[in-house]
């Protein structure tokens, strides 16, 4: 017996198939025939796709500057699985991880290279704060969770340190198995060329449609050789939209000439979740349809993408064994003008609205769904 059956379930594609979970993972696809627990008819009218995730959010509660609880910016937005980028570092992390075992969106950490986290904006400033060390313990204590690592370089983080703690993360991440390295870009020092000089194959560039000066298109609008030289090494484009790092001018340059992002994320937090310009990943996704990418290259952004590059093999995909998430949600015609990080508007025609989300197999109707009364059994 199955626990939940999805009938009749649109996917990116438009085609539609019924789809089957139990004991938390995906068991049946297609014409499914069988007893269920619980069934939901979706009618061919409602998306459906591996469950979203989230691979920049900052979730730990007990954060002094980026902070939010999982749930509010994961399950209830239609958000299955979401990846704190950054806020914990060593000292932390422990506190931060026992926080998220009441979660129910599935919760993921990179470490903050900085032993202290995001305590203060420049973390990076005082080099006694990177301990190889503590964070080799800390991935130790912490398999499966801390599933990567974070410096943010830019130059109000680093302060005269310029490019030596990503040196030192390279390191890191060399004796740690070659974790996934996020690495954020903003204002110089140091140059994005010389931190581009240091990434290699499948570290990830997160703010990379950022509109500061230290960015990845010259002012010729061109993109700059280091970007375009990291990109055919296998370093990968995060959005991180967040509350200062993205330019719609910069995304549609750059998707003009065929740099689209490797995933879309939100940098999501309290502040920027409440008052904008973020509101949710599901409103970031909409703006780049809005500039111009299809919905199943957005939703790839999001889904099988994000899963590859923080190495997710259970998660991504609508696969017979893979973990039980999925999101459902509507495409709808409906104009919204949109707001970039530096306050430029954008015309939009669609939007995308999660209403509910399976995690684990297990269905949870979203605060849009609740409203609307779509799922109401």
């Not at 919905?295 to 609508?318: E, F, M, W, Y």
Request: glycine residues 8%; proline residues 3%; contains cysteine.
């Amino acid at each position: 017996m199955y626990d939940l059956i999805l009938r009749n379930a649109r996917l990116v594609d438009d085609t539609v198939i019924d789809i089957a979970i139990k004991d938390g993972k995906i068991a049946a696809l297609g014409d499914v025939t069988g007893e269920t627990r619980e069934e939901r008819q979706l009618n061919g009218e409602f998306y459906v796709s591996a469950g979203w995730i989230d691979s920049h959010v900052h979730c730990y509660q007990k954060s002094p500057i980026y902070h939010d609880d999982p749930d509010s910016i994961g399950i209830h937005t239609g958000v299955t699985t979401v990846v704190d980028a950054g806020s914990t570092g060593a000292d932390d992390i422990d506190e931060f991880y026992e926080l998220t075992r009441s979660a129910r969106t599935d919760v993921y950490a990179l470490l903050n290279i900085s032993k202290v986290g995001l305590i203060a904006q420049n973390e990076l400033s005082d080099m006694a704060n990177i301990d190889k060390v503590a964070v080799c313990d800390a991935v130790t204590r912490h398999p499966g969770f801390i599933i990567g690592i974070k410096a943010r370089m830019s130059s109000s983080v680093v302060g005269a340190n310029g490019i030596k703690p990503l040196e030192i993360a390279k390191e890191i991440q060399r004796e740690n198995g070659d974790l996934p390295l996020m690495v954020h870009i903003g204002n110089n020092p140091p140059d994005l060329d010389e931190i581009t000089d240091l990434l290699t194959s499948g570290d990830i560039i997160t703010h990379c449609y950022n509109g500061k000066p230290n960015r990845i298109l010259t002012s010729a609008g061109e993109l700059r050789a280091s970007v375009s030289s990291a990109i055919q090494r296998g370093v990968r484009l995060d959005v991180g939209h967040g509350t200062a790092s993205f330019s719609f001018e910069v995304a549609k340059i750059a998707i003009s000439k065929g740099i689209f992002p490797h995933t879309i994320s939100s940098d999501i937090y309290c502040r920027n979740r409440i008052n904008g310009p973020v509101h949710s990943l599901g409103v970031v996704m909409s703006k780049f349809l809005s500039i111009g990418m299809s919905l199943p290259q957005v939703i790839d952004c999001v889904t099988s993408h994000a899963a590859d590059g923080l190495r997710l093999v259970n998660k991504g995909r609508l696969s017979i064994g893979l973990d039980g998430d999925l999101t459902i949600f509507a495409k709808r015609r409906q104009p919204t003008v949109f707001t970039d990080s530096e306050n430029q508007t954008l015309q939009g025609e669609q939007l995308l609205v999660a209403l509910a989300a399976v995690r684990a197999g297990k269905w949870f109707t979203t605060e849009q769904g609740k409203q609307e009364h779509v799922f109401d059994l």
